[in-house]
Nanobody
Framework: VQLQASGGGSVQAGGSLSLSCTLS????????VGWLRQAPGKEREFVAA????????LYADSVKGRFTISRDNARNTVFLRMDGLKPEDTAVYYC??????????????????WGKGTLVTVSS
């Protein structure tokens, strides 16, 4: 399984960005996918995750109500819509998948396949 994140950029506080994560390899629709982020000098942290079916999204408390995760299995793509961005959302954002199918997690430590990150910068 290979993942590629895109869509990062710079935005002012209160603005919006949408990230995309494209998966290649067999069985995309059988994998849960997570978005994780790492800010400068901080530990990697969970942001959001979605089931293989697109149901039951999970969010970190810090982004709940502002970020929306979704997926389009026909396009092998997972999306992260980010509204109401804050300077503290500045980080490199990664999409990742667990090693096993039909699983998804709220801890970055359980994700096995990682794409290259995309940088999101929010200025005040």
């Amino acid at each position: 399984v290979q993942l590629q994140a895109s869509g990062g950029g710079s935005v002012q506080a209160g603005g919006s960005l949408s990230l995309s994560c494209t998966l290649s390899g067999r069985g995309f629709s059988n994998y849960g996918v997570g978005w994780l982020r790492q800010a400068p000098g901080k530990e990697r942290e969970f942001v959001a995750a979605i089931k293989w079916s697109g149901e039951d999204p999970l969010y970190a408390d810090s982004v709940k109500g502002r970020f929306t995760i979704s997926r389009d299995n026909a396009r092998n793509t997972v999306f992260l819509r980010m509204d109401g961005l804050k300077p503290e959302d500045t980080a490199v954002y990664y999409c990742a998948a667990p090693q096993s199918t039909y699983t998804y997690y709220t801890s970055w430590r359980w994700y096995h396949y990682w794409g290259k990150g995309t940088l999101v910068t929010v200025s005040s």
